[in-house]
Every structure is written in structure tokens, then in C-alpha cells.
């Protein structure tokens, strides 16, 4: 009923004294009761929040709060709801006795010690705006709701109309005094919006002497080499918007000591993800050096529409830095191997890389040695991770390659022959590998490795045909047993 009731009583006594959206009105003692017993009523029933949290905002949250751009907001659809953190204003040690209403967040950090000063001016001069500010400086959003200490003005007064920190105190409980802030300090003021209505409203900060932010382009402070991200690491002297940054590097160019381009493959936000919206520096990735060079950056209008921006868009029109950068190191282990396992041999493998810490790996499990090489001793798959401090941020860098055995990869090679008449010509078969010769009747010849030479108890075995019996682990660790036959000719 009070809901119904309330605004058509509220507008008639706005137009009963003359009221315009920017005019404090003047109430009798009587009328700010009759407001405030209103208001109370409202609240104990709950009848100003919205039961619906259609069109939620991110800024209704203070971790996503407006950043202060400009000194006058002019908002012509109120928010409606509290947001996806309903719960961010603890009505027990607020003056804001409904917690979180229909309400949005801004924050600042004051670049120079002074005056906030802001009044809050409903669209509707019926609406019953409130408000309060937290200095957030060295706290988190949560501890607003458990730390009555960050409180430092807030007003909840029933009276409609303008409210604000504005000075305007005198017969009017609707304003505070202008709030003393200083420099560095970092605030969040809740605007809430106790009437529900979707009118809308200005907020104006103009009154103020604090600097709220700032209107000068980011300037980039120093670079460095880095690894990762392969190219030069860019420092800024204030947070960078993330999405000035085009992913592609279009925003950047890049030359050598010479004068000539070095190709620009991309840009990170090193900070920058879902959840961050500012980064403090930008990795700006290029091609591959082959030897020390010093490379220079600058920035240009990206295929994004815009160069790079502040938490307030304002937009780089030069830059010019400088970072030496070594030569791109890359781990390649090479091809996979694809090995007989007749006449097996390994080749070491190789990092590639020098002066690093490395980790060696077979089918996932870590190898005891720790050098630049590594000499395989059976199948699978080998991986090294190379991590190297050569950077601010030392580069990891890793491969991976197989190593296979298969008679696929041999049976070309195979010798099916020998003649061991001492000619010093194909005398040995098979030396080299572990391999058991049988006859036709399975009696065994030779078992060794160091090749039969066509003699058994110190006698010349007899020309024919016999059996090479090799047994070998595949790549999938199975016992291989491969009988084939081999002719003896002398
Ligand atoms: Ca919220
Ligand atoms: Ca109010
Ligand atoms: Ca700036
Ligand atoms: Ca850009």
C-alpha cells in the first residue's frame, strides 16, 4: 500500500513547493518525519527492492566499480537490483539501513590531496537517493561489510531530491559536508537508489578541488627483454586498459639498432584476464633474433581503432623505448626416431639450449640427469623442459619427441647373408646386436652380440640356410621376438 501510495503524495508536495531537479527543498520538522516514518515503514516491508535482478550490471559490485572518468555522470536509466554480490553493505554498521538498494558503485584514487564534493540530482525529484563512501586505500571490497572503520561519509536520509557531500547541511539532513581526501587514497562510493524507479540521475563531482583522475596518456617508463613471450616487456607508469590491446601487436611497431623493421607478432597484457580489467605492462612479442640487438618500440593505432589507454582511455600518440634483446633460444630436439632394432643405436638427444637447468622425461616420468644431452636407452617418448633465468621472467621452453622401433624401419637393411671365408669381406653376421642363430632343427649356433662368424665350437658350420632369432621391446614396451632367415655362402 505504501508503495502505492508514497509517490503520488511525494510528487504533490515537490510541486506544493515549486521543487526543480536542483534545488535542495526545504522541509518542516513535521515532513521529514512523516518522509523518514515512510521510509522506515517501506524498508521493514521490503517493498523498494526490486524482486527481480533483471539486467544486473557488473559495476553494481564494488570489485567492478565505475572508474571516474569525467566529473559529471548523467545517467538516464537507474539500476535496478544490487548486483552478483547482493550482500556488500552490512546494514548494521552503515547508515545505509537497507544494505545494498538498487544501486552501482564508483571508484576513484585522488591524484592530489583535496576536496569530494558531489551531489547526487534524481532525474525524478521525487526520488529518494542514498549514498556512502568507503576509503578503500590498503583494504578489499569484503571489509566494507565487516570494517565500519572505511565508512567515511554516508547519508540515508527519507528527504528526496538532491544529496550529496556537497556542503549544503544547513536545514538539510539530505547532504553532508565535502569530504577531505588525500592524495593516493583510493575511495568507493555506493549510489543506491532507494526509490526503485528507473528515472535516472546526475552525478556531479565538479564542485570538488580533488583531481579524481587523470586526463594525461600513459607514458612508458622502462622495457626489458623478455623470454616467454619472446621480445621486449614494456613498463607503464599507470595501469593500462586491457582492451586497448590488440592481440596481434598492431599497436606496436618495432625497429633494430639499424633503423630497420623488426616484425611485431603480437602483444599480452601480462595482467590482464576475465577478472582484470588493467595491467601494468605489456609484453610486446617480436620475430626471432639470431644475435643481441637493440630494439626500440613505439605505438601506433592498432587494428583495435585505438593505439594504448588508460584506466580512463586516454590515448598514447608516441612512444619510443628501448630493450637489448639476445638471441631467441629454441629447444628442438629434433624429428621423432623411427629405429631399427637391428644394428640399435640411440643418437643422444639435445637441447639445444646452453646454459640452463634442464629436465629430462620418459613417458612422463622424470629422468635423473639434469644436462644439456641425454642418451636414451629404450623407446617412448622423451620431453625436455629447459628453464632458463636469462630475464626478468626466465623462459621456459620445452619438446617433445618420440622414439620408435619397428622392423618397418629396417627390413631393407637387414643382412639375409653372409660369407665367412675370412675374405674380410661380409665374414660377420649381425654383429652388434643381441641376437641368438639356430639351425633348421633349432639347435643353437651363436648367442651374442658380437656377430656370429659362421663357426660353432671353433668348426665351420656348413653352407645353408639358418634362423636370426632378435629379441627387442617395441615402442610400447612389448617384447618383440622376430625370427628370420639368413643364408651362409662361404
Ligand atoms: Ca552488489
Ligand atoms: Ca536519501
Ligand atoms: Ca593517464
Ligand atoms: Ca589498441
Redesign the pocket.
Known amino acids: 500500500m505504501l508503495k502505492n501510495t508514497l509517490y503520488p503524495w511525494m510528487t504533490g508536495l515537490a510541486l506544493m513547493l515549486g521543487l526543480s531537479g536542483t534545488l535542495s527543498a526545504q522541509y518542516t520538522p513535521a515532513q521529514v518525519q512523516a518522509l523518514e516514518q515512510a521510509?522506515r515503514a517501506k524498508l521493514q516491508a521490503g517493498q523498494n527492492t526490486p524482486k527481480s535482478d533483471k539486467n544486473i550490471q557488473p559495476e553494481q559490485d564494488c570489485p567492478d566499480a565505475i572508474t571516474i572518468c569525467q566529473d559529471v555522470y548523467v545517467q538516464t536509466f537507474s539500476y535496478s537490483g544490487t548486483g552478483y554480490i547482493p550482500n556488500e553493505i552490512n546494514p548494521a554498521i552503515s547508515c545505509l539501513d537497507g544494505g545494498e538498494q538498487n544501486d552501482v558503485w564508483y571508484i576513484f584514487t585522488a591524484l592530489n590531496s583535496g576536496i569530494l564534493n558531489f551531489t547526487i540530482t534524481p532525474l525524478n525529484p521525487a526520488d529518494?537517493?542514498?549514498?556512502a563512501v568507503f576509503d578503500l586505500t590498503g583494504h578489499s571490497c569484503p571489509e566494507i561489510y565487516v570494517d565500519p572503520s572505511l565508512q567515511v561519509a554516508c547519508?540515508?536520509?527519507?528527504?528526496?531530491g538532491p544529496?550529496g557531500a556537497n556542503n549544503d547541511t544547513t536545514g538539510h539532513a539530505?547532504n553532508e559536508l565535502a569530504i577531505p581526501v588525500t592524495a593516493g587514497h583510493t575511495f568507493v562510493i555506493n549510489v543506491?537508489n532507494?526509490s526503485a524507479t528507473q528515472s535516472g540521475y546526475t552525478l556531479d563531482f565538479s564542485a570538488g578541488t580533488v583531481e579524481l583522475y587523470d586526463t594525461i596518456p600513459p607514458v612508458a617508463d622502462s622495457a626489458a627483454y623478455v623470454c616467454n613471450n619472446y621480445g621486449v616487456r614494456i613498463y607503464f607508469n599507470e595501469l593500462i586498459s586491457c582492451g586497448t590491446i590488440a592481440a596481434d601487436g598492431s599497436d606496436f611497431f618495432a625497429t633494430n639498432s639499424a633503423g630497420s623493421p623488426v616484425a611485431v607478432i603480437g602483444a599480452v597484457g601480462v595482467e590482464c584476464s576475465p577478472s582484470h580489467k588493467y595491467t601494468n605492462y605489456i609484453d610486446v612479442m617480436i620475430a626471432g633474433q639470431t644475435q643481441n640487438e637493440t630494439i626500440t618500440v613505439g605505438v601506433k593505432e592498432g587494428s583495435d581503432g585505438n593505439s594504448i589507454g588508460d584506466k580512463c582511455l586516454n590515448m598514447m600518440t608516441s612512444m619510443s623505448i628501448s630493450a637489448l634483446v639476445g638471441p631467441q633460444p629454441v629447444v628442438n630436439l629434433g624429428e621423432d626416431l623411427k629405429l631399427c632394432p637391428v644394428d640399435l643405436y640411440y643418437p643422444v638427444l639435445d637441447a639445444g639450449v646452453s646454459d640452463a637447468v634442464y629436465s629430462w622425461y620418459h613417458n612422463g616420468v622424470s629422468l635423473p640427469d639434469s644436462t644439456q644431452s641425454y642418451q636414451p636407452s629404450s623407446p617412448g617418448q622423451y620431453s625436455v623442459i629447459v628453464f632458463r633465468d636469462i630475464t626478468s621472467d626466465p623462459c621456459v621452453l620445452s619438446d617433445t619427441l618420440n622414439v620408435d622401433i619397428a622392423m618397418d624401419y629396417c627390413i631393407d637393411n637387414m643382412p639375409n647373408a653372409f660369407s665367412p671365408n675370412g675374405d674380410g669381406y661380409n665374414d660377420i653376421l649381425l654383429n652388434g646386436v643381441d641376437v641368438a642363430i639356430v639351425n633348421r632343427w633349432g639347435q643353437t649356433m651363436f648367442v651374442g652380440n658380437t656377430g656370429w662368424d659362421g663357426t660353432v665350437n671353433g668348426e665351420n658350420a656348413s653352407n645353408g640356410t639358418y634362423y636370426a632369432i632378435v629379441k627387442f621391446y617395441n615402442s610400447g614396451g612389448e617384447l618383440i621376438t622376430l625370427k628370420y632367415p639368413v643364408t651362409l655362402v662361404r
Do not use: H, L, R, V
Not at 529518494?128 to 549514498?131: S, V
Not at 547519508?155 to 528526496?160: D, V
Open positions: 521510509k529518494d537517493y542514498d549514498w547519508n540515508f536520509s527519507a528527504i528526496p544529496t539530505q543506491s532507494f
